[in-house]
């Protein structure tokens, strides 16, 4: 590849040139200078023209993303979006046309109510019969496996999908498909590839470099809508936040924090997908909202799609609601009808220093309000902790183990700077974060076996730092384990991987209980479809790839057991899995 000018138009622009090659020898050299540093895919009859241009690229010292083979499409798409959480760069994924798509789909989802990009990339079977040149059809799948519309399949779970229909729209397509996947609301977008457009000949292909197409930037509030927030919260005698996603993006934190201290406003998250606030911040007011949101004047939702269950409990009908976000309708969602007397749409990091700024000339009219509110927060927040300190004494000696005890045990010596993946009933109110980025739990469409995927990627992204990924027993068995446990192993990442196995799918039996309190279920004690019988030895499933497993089930074995799998993880660079016997919900 060498520097080139544009034969026409603007001569000021950098570019580079391959003097030939292929579409497919293109595109992964644009990827590798658009910053896309990993393709993590399962390959299949689609992908002969990328693997020759991998392996050129290879041999000639080409920069293009570095493959990494992931046996299972779920996990490909869970390490793209655990490497883009730790770096903010969206990471390439590919799998094999429609059948690789259909086991992404679980994975596409929660990026996609997770505003988080990833590049999904799908082959498309070969158009040609006969006569089609390189990469025409081959092989009797390539019969069965066409589909009419293959993009239709995600559509209603990316911002944008199209097919690559030649080279001449190469570097628009590639740089498209990242300003999508970056712009605000952010989100995965789909694109396919056949066969015979990645194996044409290209020569001369001539591309910008750095890109000339700019991911546009982030909605910032209106500036009237900020006043207007500001009056209200300085009226405000009980505000709160309450937010799941804030920490998304890591300097929120800190505006958040600043915020919330300067006007004494409680912050509660709800179903928290990331750190918001240090968990020792004065305003850090827990994971429950509903006992505050039973008496608040005023909530501020923030980048919260759930903020309360309307048919258990709502704030008081007198209450001010403020919606903060990108997208304070998440509009994407078909019906979602909570109060709201005030939306602001604006990033996070653009509209908590804005509405910080409008509060301080207000601060002096609402001193009396703030200072009442400080000390009742303050107290609130002590017997809180202290409800908390009083359920992990009741759990300590527990069998089965109580999750809360596992989570103290673990709390214990996970350090500040341990990134830790719940997957798993790991309770919130026992573990203590200080550092933004450490803490994600982002499974936002439900889809449960997100949590190995998405450690491994963000051990990827944060190699010297310790991963720590908690499942519960359905989750790690949905998160194709075998398939994971390979990419730690052939990869050199290792994670800890803590199984909270209680032998059932916890939520199904709790939601049963719910719908139908005094029903035959409950009374049965042994709701069909939510047990797991007989109890799986997790911990061997582990060391298939040279992992360490252990089985633990006395609570006195718990501290032990976690340091000897850190001992291995830290100190032997292998992977290890605890398969810990606990406590489901009764």
């Keep these: 590849m060498t520097t080139a000018r544009p034969p026409a138009g603007d001569h000021s622009v950098p570019v580079k040139t391959i003097s030939s090659g292929t579409t497919a020898d293109a595109y992964l050299a644009l990827l590798g200078d658009r910053g896309v540093d990993y393709l993590f895919a399962n390959a299949g009859t689609d992908f002969a023209p990328l693997i020759e241009a991998l392996a050129k690229a290879e041999a000639q010292g080409t920069k293009v993303p570095r493959p990494v083979t992931v046996p299972h499409e779920n996990v490909a798409v869970h390490m793209a979006q655990g490497y883009y959480l730790k770096t903010g760069k969206p990471q390439l994924v590919m799998v094999h046309v429609n059948v690789g798509t259909a086991n992404a789909i679980a994975g596409l989802m929660n990026a996609w109510r997770g505003n988080i990009p990833v590049l999904m990339t799908a082959g498309r079977t070969p158009y040609s019969e006969t006569g089609g040149g390189t990469g025409q059809r081959t092989g009797e799948i390539h019969w069965p496996q066409e589909m009419r519309d293959q993009g239709a399949m995600v559509r209603e779970f990316t911002k944008w999908d199209y097919e690559l229909p030649n080279a001449h729209v190469l570097e628009t397509t590639v740089d498209r498909a990242i300003n999508i996947s970056l712009a605000e609301p952010k ?41 207007q927030a500001a009056d209200m919260i300085a009226r405000a005698e009980r505000p709160v936040f309450v937010t799941s996603s804030a920490g998304r993006d890591q300097d929120d ?21 990331y750190m918001c606030l240090p968990t020792d911040h004065p305003m850090h007011l827990g994971y429950e909202p509903d006992p505050v949101l039973a008496t608040a004047d005023l909530v501020i939702v923030a980048e919260c799609d759930v903020p309360w269950i309307p048919s258990k409990k709502s704030p008081p009908s007198d209450a001010k609601i403020i919606h903060i976000g990108v997208d304070p309708l998440f509009s994407s969602y078909p019906i979602r009808g909570f109060t709201s007397d005030l939306g602001i749409t604006g990033v996070l990091g653009a509209t908590l220093p804005a509405l910080t700024e409008a509060l301080m000339s207000r601060q002096a009219g609402a001193k009396d309000r703030i200072a009442a509110r400080r000390k009742r927060l303050a107290e609130e927040r002590a017997a809180m902790r202290e409800k908390w300190a009083a359920m992990l004494v009741k759990a300590k000696d527990a069998t089965p183990m109580h999750p809360a005890w596992i989570t103290h045990c673990l709390n214990e010596v996970k350090g500040q700077d341990a990134i830790v993946i719940k997957e798993s009933p790991i309770t919130w109110e026992h573990m203590t974060f200080s550092k933004p980025g450490t803490f994600f739990s982002t499974g936002a469409a439900g889809a449960l076996g997100w949590g190995l995927g998405t450690a491994l990627g963000v ?63 409950a009374k049965s004690n042994r709701e069909p479809l939510t047990y797991f019988d007989p109890a799986l030895k997790f911990e061997k499933a582990v060391e298939i790839a040279g992992g360490y497993g252990e089985q633990v089930s006395d609570p006195a074995d718990m501290p032990k057991a976690i340091e000897r799998a850190l001992k291995v993880v830290i100190g032997e660079k292998r992977q290890a899995l605890l398969n810990i016997v606990c406590k489901g919900p009764v």
Excluded at 209 to 222: E, R, Y
Excluded at 487 to 504: C, G, R, Y
Aim: aromatic share 10%; net charge neutral; glycine share 4%.
């Design 253 to 273: 934190v800190a505006k958040l924090a600043a915020l919330a201290e300067c006007f004494a406003i409680p912050v509660v998250q709800r179903k928290p997908r």
């Design 459 to 521: 051990k990827a992204a944060s190699p010297d730092q310790l991963v720590i990924a908690t499942c519960g027993d359905g989750a790690y068995m949905f998160g194709n384990p075998i398939p994971a446990h390979y990419v730690s192993a052939a990869e050199k990442w290792p994670i800890l991987t803590m199984v909270f196995n209680n032998q059932m799918w916890g939520a199904v039996k709790r939601n049963t209980h719910e719908v139908y309190p005094d029903g035959f279920a």
């Design 187 to 227: 989100g995965p977008i789909y694109l396919t590839l056949p066969r015979e457009v990645l194996a044409s000949p290209i020569e001369n292909f001539i591309y910008a470099s750095p890109s000339q197409h700019a991911t546009p930037s982030a909605p910032f509030p209106d500036p009237r809508a900020i006043d």
